[in-house]
Every structure is written in structure tokens, then in C-alpha cells.
């Protein structure tokens, strides 16, 4: 039982180019989210949703889109990187709403 | 909409002490309140939450925590702080259907 795992855990990127975050939890849970953490900030809701085929927007969504086509997976993906885009980006899963496991994160940095 | 506001970003006890984390909320319908730990280069960990019934609420590690409506309040305790409790905690409440919202954050000292 592995729980939450993302991929990759680090990431250097250039302006401009673009990735995508992998979360894959397997404990059939519902609802998944992406969540990055800034010092000083803690962690702000980027995408979430509520099932396979569901998505919506956090606080804050601009530069980032999500998919969530099979229910174990929820992909993060970075369009066109920004340097304030440089954070520590963590997926958790739920079976009841909050937020109950977590990812070990993934740091990405924009240069 | 909801907001939690944890007091003291960085909290230093004496290892037995008894560890005592501030979180306000701010809400004007009943919150849902939780309390994570995040050690080092980990992602979090739920270490309790408060949705309806009992204010007293007990989670694992030894942690417990209160809920004070009269004072918004949702402070996180230790009777006695062990090394391996140096982490960061965080507050977080519900701030809408789906929607949590997190505390900044207080990092834990335990002075052996």
C-alpha cells in the first residue's frame, strides 16, 4: 500500500517550458488536491476534485491546469513556467472531504 | 469565507514541557478545524480534527486539542514534548464546500 506518491520530487525549469505533476494515491479515495507551500505562506489550494472526470479551481489556479481522467490519478500541469511559480508542490487525498494523506511533494524550480 | 491565523511562526519548549500551539479562526458558520504536523522534507500528516460534537478532541502522538467557540479558538496541546515532536504544525479550516484552507505554519523546538 504506497498511499499518496507524486513524480518527480524535483524539477528545474526554464521560463517558458512547460511539465506535468503526477499524484497517483491508491486507496480508491474521492476526492484529490493540489496544494503548494511557500514560506511564510503555508499551503494554498491550487486545483481539486471530486471525482474521476471532476475538477475545479482553489485559491489560486491561474497558470496551472488539472485532469483527472481515472480516479487513482490527478495531473498538475504547468503551461508556460513562471519563476513565481517556484514552490514545493504537494498532492493529498481524501475519502470524507478535508484533506487526510499527502505526497512526499515535489520542489520545482523556475529559473 | 473562513480563515485560521496561527500565533507564533516559531515555538521553543523544553524536552517534558508542555507544548501549547495558538490557532484563532475566524467563521460565522460552525468550522471544521484540523490540526497537521509536517517533519522534514515529508509531506503532512493529519494529526486531528474537529467537525461536530465533543471540543475536546484527542489525536495521535499524544497531541489533543480544544475547540473554544466562545473564544474562536482551536489550540493544539502536549502535556509533556518529546525530541521527536520537532516539526511544523499547521492549523487548517473548511472555508467552503471541498475548501481548506491553511495557517502559515508554527515551527516546533524541543530543547533537550
Known amino acids: 500500500n504506497a498511499g499518496v506518491t507524486q513524480t518527480p520530487k524535483f524539477r528545474v525549469l526554464k521560463t517558458g517550458q512547460s511539465m506535468t505533476l503526477l499524484c497517483a494515491q491508491d486507496m480508491n479515495h474521492e476526492y484529490m488536491y493540489w496544494y503548494r507551500q511557500d514560506p511564510g505562506m503555508g499551503l494554498r489550494l491550487i486545483h481539486y476534485?471530486?471525482?474521476?472526470?471532476?475538477?475545479a479551481k482553489g485559491e489560486v489556479p491561474d497558470g496551472y491546469n488539472v485532469s483527472r481522467l481515472k480516479k487513482q490519478n490527478f495531473l498538475l500541469g504547468l503551461e508556460s513556467a513562471a519563476p513565481s511559480q517556484t514552490s514545493v508542490y504537494f498532492c493529498?487525498?481524501?475519502?470524507?472531504?478535508?484533506?487526510?494523506?499527502f505526497g512526499p511533494g515535489t520542489r520545482l524550480t523556475v529559473l | 469565507a473562513q480563515s485560521v491565523t496561527q500565533l507564533g511562526s516559531h515555538v521553543s519548549v523544553s524536552e517534558g514541557a508542555l507544548v501549547l500551539l495558538r490557532c484563532n479562526y475566524s467563521?460565522?458558520?460552525?468550522?471544521?478545524l484540523f490540526w497537521y504536523v509536517q517533519y522534514p522534507n515529508q509531506g503532512l500528516q493529519l494529526l486531528l480534527k474537529?467537525?461536530?460534537?465533543?471540543?475536546l478532541v484527542k489525536g495521535i502522538n499524544g497531541f489533543e486539542a480544544e475547540f473554544k467557540k466562545s473564544e474562536t479558538s482551536f489550540h493544539l496541546t502536549k502535556p509533556s514534548a518529546h525530541m521527536s515532536d520537532a516539526a511544523e504544525y499547521f492549523c487548517a479550516g473548511r472555508s467552503g464546500t471541498y475548501k481548506y484552507i491553511f495557517g502559515t505554519g508554527t515551527r516546533l523546538k524541543v530543547l533537550a
Open positions: 467563521s460565522s458558520v460552525p468550522p471544521y
Open positions: 493529498a487525498s481524501s475519502s470524507q472531504g478535508a484533506p487526510q494523506y
Open positions: 476534485s471530486v471525482g474521476e472526470g471532476t475538477t
Open positions: 474537529y467537525t461536530t460534537g465533543a471540543t
